[in-house]
């Protein structure tokens, strides 16, 4: 009986030393960049649009109001970089790009295998799926370490380049209750709200050198492919914000998500109806962490070169407002918020996002961080109308599904889809 239960306890020991290693492996095959063979394609120039023919877009006619009495007829803007930041409302922008996209018959550049670049390496233009030098892509938009010279090469010259940021503050929250589980230096912070606990004293647990000790520092800065532990005084910081200031043609803001949008609508000559979204990776109140006006300093102290960088961008923002003119742009606000209410109302059940153990289909459930269900989602109404049935379902798609209806290979990302569903059992 003993020799039977020394077998069992043996058998439940290989199990587990079996399941970490396997749990270690998946987690350093997503989280580490892969090491590519890097070669040096030919350098084919990319025309200097891929637009398609204008009969195949719909002009319409653009009233600038800076000039009384005056219109003129464009078309729509679609090659398109799209900056996708982390933890800035990034998910439901790109759904909109995914459904522009679409109905224009664009080419996206994807990844290969996963839903990013290949991130936190820098980018580069072997990661895009089918690459072949010379080609023509209309949007980029996934997850990347920016690296303009590679994006370059890429693009048409004619493309708009758009980012989008969020309050430093704010942005360090989400970041660090989404992504702490998987940064170890985090392991080692005491009792329940380790939040609170790294920002009276950072210095102490943060490691420069530790792995994905980038999402909790500047993660807006490292995003963009420039270093996010610089001093605030180093002359690289201004000389970072100056790039991002003469490379990106609109960078959006989180807090005013409805207005920046009004503005790509004009900048990109677009319908107001391809603006039309609801809120993606939206996390259930419960899990915020409310920031004290003392935790919110720290915060923005811990991340001064985002704040900074947040600053510059937020008074480029409402010059931009001003331009475009507030009273306009209120109307317009209204008319959005109307649309969307139209159409939550025939779209989602009972017309709001619920938790995950809610959301009955399958392919309606978001990504989830490690050790919890917090990312809520939507259910389709049953009875939607065949008019909006398709549209609908669209809308509410997360990214993971969408990129694989798009016809993307997310094998990677998948399995380690499952490794951590295991982990949130």
């Not at 070669?39 to 009384?68: D, G």
């Not at 900074?308 to 001003?322: A, D, E, S």
């Not at 025939?346 to 809610?358: D, F, P, R, T």
């Not at 490690?370 to 939607?384: C, D, F, H, Q, T």
Request: hydrophobic share 40%; charged share 20%.
């Amino acid at each position: 009986m003993a020799g039977k239960q020394r077998r069992q306890w043996r058998s439940m020991c290989k199990g587990l030393i079996l399941g970490t290693l396997l749990t270690s492996c998946m987690i350093l095959l997503y989280c580490l960049p892969i090491q590519q063979a890097h070669f040096n394609p030919p350098e084919i120039p990319v025309p200097y649009s891929c637009a398609h023919r204008p009969s195949h877009l719909h002009p319409k006619i653009s009233t600038n109001m800076s000039q009384k009495n005056s219109s003129q007829s464009c078309s729509p803007k679609v090659d398109i970089m799209f900056m996708k930041t982390h933890k800035t409302a990034s998910s439901t922008f790109l759904n909109i790009l995914f459904r522009f996209g679409e109905k224009h018959h664009l080419q996206f550049a994807f990844p290969n295998s996963r839903n990013d670049f290949f991130y936190p390496s820098l980018f580069q233009r072997s990661q895009v799926k089918d690459y072949k030098p010379g080609m023509c892509f209309n949007i980029i938009c996934n997850h990347m370490r920016f690296n303009a010279p590679e994006v370059a090469k890429l693009l048409p010259l004619d493309t708009s380049y758009i980012t989008i940021l969020r309050d430093p503050a704010e942005l360090f929250e989400s970041s660090f209750h989404y992504f702490g589980r998987v940064v170890p230096f985090t392991w080692t912070i005491p009792g329940d709200d380790k939040l609170t606990e790294f920002l009276l004293d950072p210095h102490s647990y943060f490691d420069p050198e530790g792995f994905n000790s980038f999402y909790l520092k500047n993660l807006l800065f490292f995003d963009f492919g420039l270093d996010n532990t610089l001093e605030l005084e180093n002359p690289q910081v201004d000389e970072g914000i100056r790039f991002i200031s003469e490379r990106f043609h609109l960078v959006m803001l989180v807090e005013h998500f409805e207005e920046s949008l009004i503005l790509l609508k004009d900048a990109l000559c677009w319908e107001m109806d391809d603006l039309l979204f609801f809120k993606l990776n939206a996390r259930k109140g419960s899990t915020v962490s409310k920031l004290t006006p003392e935790l919110r300093a720290r915060a923005l102290e811990w991340n001064a070169i985002d704040w900074k960088l947040y600053q510059h961008f937020n008074q480029t923002f409402w010059k931009k407002v001003n331009a475009y003119g507030r009273l306009r742009m209120a109307k317009d606000v209204a008319v959005l918020r109307k649309r969307n209410k139209e159409m939550a109302s025939i779209c989602i059940e009972g017309g709001h996002a619920v938790e995950a153990g809610s959301i009955q289909e399958t392919d309606m459930q978001p990504w989830q961080p490690i050790g919890e269900k917090s990312i809520m989602g939507y259910n389709l109404k049953k009875n939607v109308d065949k008019t909006h049935r398709k549209s609908c379902r669209k809308m509410l798609m997360p990214e993971i599904q969408y990129l694989t209806e798009l016809g993307v290979n997310l094998w990677i990302t998948r399995l380690w889809g499952h490794v951590r569903n295991i982990l949130n059992w």
